[in-house]
């Protein structure tokens, strides 16, 4: 199982330059996973973390 901190430092990985701003463990599609929101400058991006795996499940990138 892949605890917050560990979910947290793979978003960071696929978001170069950026801090988490949010992280909560959710269920997606039948599987548990964590959302971590990540912002670096004015861009935020959401990347959902398998929470069994860390795999990456799907980012999601947006301008605020």
């Not at 988490?20 to 935020?44: M, P, Y």
Request: aromatic content about 2%; glycine content about 8%; hydrophobic content about 35%.
């Amino acid at each position: 199982k892949i605890t917050k901190n560990e979910a947290e430092h793979i978003a960071l990985k696929e978001s170069h330059d950026a801090r988490v701003t949010n992280a909560k463990l959710d269920s997606v599609e039948g599987r548990k996973v964590w959302v971590i929101e990540v912002s670096g400058g004015k861009k935020t991006s959401t990347v959902m973390v398998d929470a069994l795996s860390g795999h990456i499940v799907a980012p999601k990138k947006g301008d605020r």
